[in-house]
């Protein structure tokens, strides 16, 4: 749980500065296109000022509608004056389209110093808040009414509009946190939903396993008791009692042996020790299996010491599990064992010539569960954990496992160990 909320904490302070990060972007963003409306429209300002400081028809109708003079048009004032408020209107948002100024706007002309005014057709209802750019008038108007004409552009709601401006980087912005919010919400869901999974698992199986020892410990013994009295008819039933009783005590102790390497914080007790003579041992016992089965098996060992950091009892029940593999996966079984030193490492390879392995299945063949078969068919019976367990325990004393193999030729796996000074001492 104190993990947990570590990820939790860590997953939250990103998320935050993350969202800040992109904030202050957006702040950089907003002020970017403050600083690039002010320029457009400033452009625009700019020509508006120099049109309406000629006579052209807009100067000549803003100037009649200014004067309230109706002599020249068949048009009352008021009808002079909302033609020409509709008009100049046209004639500034042209203007600003021009220059890519593509927002609401309302504007006011009028003199300071008398009742001049025209307005826009749309006004603003709201007066605070506005952005006013005011166009003092030169030339052809100002003359004409021997007045100082002002032409006040405002502008309303200028943060959205930036913000508008902004769309192809805030929605995506937005778009990729909530995206990479729900990808790690949905991990961390899955990972301790398979967390609670596993730990469930391994419970069961640590349960399961230690209650069948009971029954099969009972069984061992009641075998060892018939076959005391048992007669020479009954010594071949009870001898392949035993023998399954065996089979299934190893299969019970190998899946314990998995289920504790799962954890990377089980203890495996590491020392140092000379593996030469177990492993020579552990040949003799499998070379007499062997000559009762009618398999060929070899073993040349290089003269010791073998001095390496290691558990003795997984180390063997790793080789043991290479011979087994090496005599199930071959129909006339020849095995060979070899183990010596090269520079600072034990080499202990297992050779067989079964039927091998397929190049695509190399990677595969030491996971967990992973058995190669023909189709869907499997020939020899198992449960895929033994070249697993082989690899983890290797993994754990800092080991190395080399498989080489070729269909219908063979496979050849090798084990390379770290030697404790070279192997020659301890």
């Known amino acids: 749980m104190k993990r947990r909320g570590i990820y939790i904490i860590i997953f939250a302070v990103s998320i935050l500065g993350l969202a800040l990060i992109q904030y202050k972007y957006l702040q950089i963003g907003l002020s970017l296109a403050k600083v690039q409306f002010n320029r457009k429209v400033q452009d625009a300002v700019v020509e508006i000022e120099n049109d309406l400081s ?58 300071k110093d008398s009742l001049y005014y025209l307005k826009s057709p749309s006004v603003f209802k709201k007066k605070e808040n506005l952005a006013t750019y005011p166009i003092q008038l030169h030339g052809y108007l100002p003359e004409l009414l021997d007045q100082r004409l002002v032409l006040e552009l405002q502008f309303e709601n200028l943060n959205n509009y930036f913000l508008s401006q902004l769309n192809g980087l805030t929605f995506p912005s937005l778009l990729f946190i909530l995206g990479i919010i729900i990808a790690i919400v949905w991990a961390l869901r899955t990972y301790y939903w398979q967390q609670n999974v596993i730990t469930t698992t391994n419970e069961f199986i640590n349960n399961l396993t230690h209650e069948l020892k009971t029954p099969v410990f009972s069984i061992s013994l009641a075998t060892k008791l018939l076959e005391e009295n048992a007669d020479p008819k009954q010594q071949h039933v009870v001898s392949l009692i035993r023998q399954q009783t065996e089979r299934l005590s190893g299969h019970i102790d190998k899946v314990l042996e998995l289920g504790n390497l799962e954890h990377k914080k089980s203890v495996i007790t590491m020392e140092e020790l000379d593996f030469e003579p177990y492993l020579s041992k552990l040949c003799e016992e499998f070379g007499t299996l062997s000559s009762i089965e009618g398999i060929d098996f070899e073993y040349k060992l290089e003269d010791g ?55 695509e299945d190399h990677q595969k063949i030491f996971k967990k569960y992973y058995r190669v078969g023909n189709g869907n068919v499997h020939d020899v019976k198992g449960y895929g954990l033994g070249l697993n367990y082989v690899k983890r325990v290797i993994d754990r004393f800092k080991g190395k496992i080399v498989l080489e193999s070729e269909p219908d030729k063979g496979t050849r796996i090798t084990i390379e160990l770290p030697l404790r000074k070279n192997g020659n001492d301890a």
């Open 54 to 111: 000629s006579t052209n028809q807009l100067t000549f109708l803003v100037g009649k509608a200014l004067q309230k003079d109706d002599s020249y048009f068949k048009l009352s004032v008021d009808s002079i004056q909302d033609a020409s408020s509709h008009f100049l209107n046209d004639f500034i948002t042209e203007k600003l389209v021009s220059h890519g100024v593509e927002t609401k706007f309302s504007y006011d002309l009028f003199s």
């Open 305 to 359: 010491p073998y001095w390496i950091n290691a558990e003795r009892f997984h180390l063997e029940n790793a080789v043991n599990n290479l011979l087994d593999n090496a005599k199930k996966y071959s129909e006339s079984p020849k095995i060979l064992l070899n183990s010596f030193k090269k520079g600072s490492k034990l080499i202990v390879e297992v050779v067989d010539n079964g039927k091998g392995i397929h190049p």
